[in-house]
């Protein structure tokens, strides 16, 4: 069974906050919540990852709800260059496996 | 730093054929691992390796094998390539053991088998 899931595609407007929903229903205690992109199939790139806390960085914010069962990645204020693939991702409890859901495209619009 | 490399960008092969993926990096990273994606889905680890010498499997291993013999380099061999091998392969890597740092994924193959 998938470890995370998240909805197919959504869209935003240019500017606005873009947030992006996962469901991570079964993590267990020490599994970490990561978020990647990939724009046009590059190669995944990172964006932000969790335990239990929120957190931001310069590109994101990570709200982990309490009892960690999901999470919503939010971009501030969307651009143009945001328009990609999305992903959530448990990170194993060893921390050498990702299991990435199927992800979100996002589209932001002008 | 070329970061994480990985060739041939695209390949072909037949079924039955044997191929090597080849993926570099240059940042003195310890963990090197393997991704496939197929259309509309998530990655999905195939092999990785904590260092040179040591390799463990993912969640989809079958069909694959792979050694680590220096830190820079980790490449992945389809032995008797399938129509089901067709995908994307990304590998990656990062530093340190206990995986709480960012990965960093090369440019990617697509290899499609006929």
């Known amino acids: 069974d998938a470890k995370t899931t998240q909805p197919p595609s959504m869209d935003c407007a240019e500017g606005r906050a873009a947030n992006l929903p996962c469901n991570h229903s079964t993590i267990s205690g020490n599994e970490y919540v990561y978020w990647y992109r990939q724009i046009h199939s590059q190669g995944p790139q990172y964006i932000i990852h969790?335990?239990?806390n929120n957190e931001t960085n310069e590109m994101a914010s990570l709200i982990i709800t309490e009892d960690r069962k999901s999470s919503t990645l939010i971009l501030p204020h969307a651009t143009l260059r945001d328009t990609a693939v999305y992903y959530c991702?448990?990170?194993?409890?060893?921390?050498?496996?990702?299991?990435f859901g199927t992800g979100t495209s996002l589209t932001v619009i002008p | 730093n070329a970061g994480v490399t990985q060739t041939p960008k695209f390949q072909v092969l037949k079924t039955g054929q044997s191929m090597t993926l080849q993926c570099a990096q240059d940042m003195n990273h310890e963990y090197m691992s393997w991704y496939r994606q197929d259309p509309g889905m998530g990655l999905r680890l195939i092999h990785y390796?904590?260092?040179?010498?040591?390799?463990d499997q993912g969640e989809v291993p079958n069909g694959y094998n792979v050694s680590r013999s220096t830190t820079e380099d980790f490449p992945l061999r389809l032995l008797s390539a399938a129509p089901s091998q067709t995908s994307v392969y990304f590998c990656?890597?990062?530093?340190?053991?206990?995986?709480?740092?960012?990965?960093?994924f090369g440019p990617g193959t697509r290899l499609t088998v006929l």
């Open positions: 390796s904590v260092g040179a010498g040591i390799t």
């Open positions: 990656a890597s990062r530093t340190g053991y206990n995986g709480y740092n960012e990965q960093f």
């Open positions: 991702i448990v990170r194993s409890n060893t921390g050498n496996q990702f299991y």
């Open positions: 969790g335990l239990k």
